[in-house]
């Protein structure tokens, strides 16, 4: 473990004491952060490594985000979707706009807007495609990660997640991540959506055999069935794209958002499709009383306005190559047994003899790097993309070292 003082050793104590304990957070305690640095309250800094899981691609305290915050804060915060407000027709339009759709669905979390897709899905099928009432069928992906809620999980393949939660919501077939064919033989009358993660982030950053989300793409066209992007965390920015699927040339029927979207601020999400699409909806049959609101519009219009200049997209392409041909180098080494990923983002898988992921990254906390295990031997490099060069090489360095042992 790593050395701590006492204030951290408490506040760490007092913690476990009175929260649940459905984390295993590393040993630091953070106080404040910028950009790509996290600070903890003894004032030792960190690179931040993981950037929220990409709810930080635009980095901590971003100052045109923040400002955008903080004017919203100052005029109005919430107003339930009951009334009107003067920010929500601009961000679904943005939003609609950004990702060439024509109407958007705003949650919250990720897990709400995944639920949110279901729920499209399935009316859609029943009103638009005409599937017998309770029949609707969604195919998904192993190993994928789509958040908590109990239905969610039900068609997870993840024994953490799943365990002691039944009785599972009915209506899913798991196929393999990556395998068209298996993919194709699911698919039957009564499917109504294709649901995955262009590329699975918490199963360890795994990219899809190339060609794969052509062929689903052609596959869901052609069976009249919707393709449901999870872009939560793959999506704005991260793969150097603004969305991942547009590696394969690909848009997909329904994109799901969240994480970046909120800037890191405030959780933002939704759903993005056409209005054939998320035209299914009557007033009373979903809602979200925080679901679009103000202070949400506000800070998410400025993270599409940042999106828009393609700068952050440009910098994960041009630095996410750089990261991919230092991990590169490590393959083979007798330490990593195999790095993926595309953009900012890897999965570096560490041979056993140099510790578990948990221990790697107790490691890299010791060197001032922040990093977090996936599935007990992988690390995941996620870096804010504000990221500077010199920084990522620094937080490399220190992976080296470690590495090293
Ligand atoms: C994080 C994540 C979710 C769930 O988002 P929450 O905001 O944690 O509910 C869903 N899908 C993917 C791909 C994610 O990474």
New binding site residues.
């Given amino acids: 473990m790593p050395s701590m003082t006492p204030a951290t050793e408490r506040d760490i104590a007092a913690a476990e004491a009175h929260s649940a304990h459905n984390y295993h957070p590393l040993p630091v305690v953070i106080a404040s952060a910028e950009g790509a640095w996290m600070t903890d309250v003894e004032g030792r800094r960190y690179l931040d490594l993981l950037a929220g899981?990409?709810?930080l691609n635009f980095g901590h305290g971003n100052r045109r985000l923040i400002d955008a915050a903080k004017a919203q804060l100052e005029r109005v915060t919430l107003t339930s979707r009951a009334f009107h407000h003067d920010r929500f027709a601009e961000f679904c339009a943005e939003l609609a706009a950004l990702c060439g759709k024509d109407m958007v669905l705003p949650m919250?979390?990720?897990?709400?807007?995944?639920e949110t897709a279901v729920k499209t899905a399935r009316k859609w099928g029943y009103r638009v495609k005409g599937v017998p009432d309770g029949k609707a069928k969604i195919v998904v992906a192993d190993n994928?990660?789509?958040?908590?809620?109990t239905t969610?999980i039900s068609f997870s393949t993840d024994p953490e997640a799943r365990a002691d939660y039944g009785p599972y919501t009915p209506g899913f077939e798991i196929v393999p991540y990556g395998d068209l064919a298996a993919l194709s033989a699911a698919v039957d009358e009564h499917t109504v959506a294709v649901l995955l993660?262009p590329i699975?982030?918490?199963a360890g950053v795994l990219v899809p055999p190339a060609g794969y989300l052509a062929g689903v793409r052609r596959l869901t066209a052609e069976r009249n069935v919707l393709f449901i992007a999870?872009?939560?965390?793959?999506g704005l920015g991260r793969t150097g794209r603004t969305f991942a699927c547009e590696h394969e040339g690909v848009e997909p029927d329904v994109y799901?958002l969240?994480?970046a979207l909120g800037g890191g601020v405030v959780?933002v999400?939704a759903v993005v499709a056409s209005s054939e699409v998320l035209g299914v909806f009557r007033p009373g049959e979903h809602g979200s009383t925080f679901g679009g609101n103000p202070l949400a519009c506000a800070v998410a219009l400025e993270v599409i306005a940042i999106l828009r200049t393609g700068e952050y997209q440009e910098r994960a392409a041009e630095l996410g190559e750089h990261l991919h041909r230092e991990l590169g180098l490590l393959v083979g080494g007798g330490a990593v047994e195999a790095v993926r990923g595309r953009g900012l983002w890897a999965g570096i898988d560490i041979a056993p003899a140099v510790g578990s992921g948990r221990e790697v990254s107790e490691r890299l906390l010791e060197r001032g790097v922040l990093v977090k295990d996936t599935h007990g031997a992988t690390i995941r490099i996620a870096p804010p993309l504000v990221i500077s060069k010199g920084d990522l090489d620094w937080g490399l360095d220190q992976l080296r070292a470690v590495l090293a042992g």
């Fill in positions: 899981y990409s709810a919250n979390t990720g897990a709400e807007a995944i994928n990660f789509h958040g908590r809620t969610i993660e699975q982030g918490e999870d872009e939560i965390q793959a799901v969240g994480k959780p999400s």
